[in-house]
T-cell receptor, first 114, second 113 residues
């Protein structure tokens, strides 16, 4: 059974550009969440999608957005990139997204903004 | 609000030493508690979990007990190995969903032979 797949693994962008990251969840999983990991702020929740609907959202500016497709694959978009957006972006999937189900994480996309 | 306070690192131990990584939490309602591990260049892997008070999660020799009275979930292992070297994260989730996790800052463990 394939795990959570994130693409690309590494990305370098220029300040002001926009970027789209992709996450393919484990087959059958309907919940996909995104996290930002930085040395200074640690791991922070961005948002969660379940059956193509955003169900939860963290405390990030509107430049960060996402969507989920009917096959549960998810994309995250960051517009007008800032240097502080440099981070490891992790995607996690789970079967139902309830508190007792395990979340499986991908290896992440490392974004560097220059 | 929800938050997790985790023991500052880094922690360096000799092989076969006893490990404790402290974790305390603040949460609304009754959270589920988790320990995740991150190996170099990897994403997070669930190490163990506990979903209600007095539950003990265990896996690969690691244990943690959900203590509601002290709002703690300390990670322990009796005898660490070099392969346990990684970053350990304590986390909680409330009823909002399994993937709305609140993480501690992480503790880097290095085990030397």
């Amino acid at each position: 059974k394939a795990g959570v797949t994130q693409t690309p693994r590494y990305l370098i962008k220029t300040r002001g550009q926009q970027v789209t990251l992709s996450c393919s969840p484990i087959s059958g999983h309907r919940s996909v969440s995104w996290y930002q990991q930085t040395p200074g702020q640690g791991l922070q929740f961005l948002f969660e999608y379940f059956s193509e609907t955003q169900r939860n959202k963290g405390n990030f500016p509107g430049r960060f957005s996402g969507r989920q497709f009917s096959n549960s694959r998810s994309e995250m978009n960051v517009s007008t990139l800032e240097l502080g957006d440099s981070a490891l972006y992790l995607c996690a999937s789970s079967w139902t997204g309830t508190a007792n189900t395990e979340a499986f994480f991908g290896q992440g996309t490392r974004l560097t903004v220059v | 609000g929800n938050s997790v306070t985790q023991m500052e690192g880094p922690v360096t131990l000799s092989e076969e030493a006893f490990l404790t990584i402290n974790c305390t939490y603040t949460a609304t309602g009754y959270p589920s508690l988790f320990w995740y591990v991150q190996y170099p260049g990897e994403g997070l892997q669930l190490l163990l979990k506990a979903t209600k008070a007095d539950d003990k999660g265990s896996n690969k020799g690691f244990e943690a007990t959900y203590r509601k009275e002290t709002t703690s979930f300390h990670l322990e292992k009796g005898s660490v190995q070099v392969s346990d070297s990684a970053v350990y994260f304590c986390a909680l989730v409330t009823s909002g969903g399994a993937n709305n996790l609140f993480f501690g800052t992480g503790t880097r463990l290095t085990v030397i032979p």
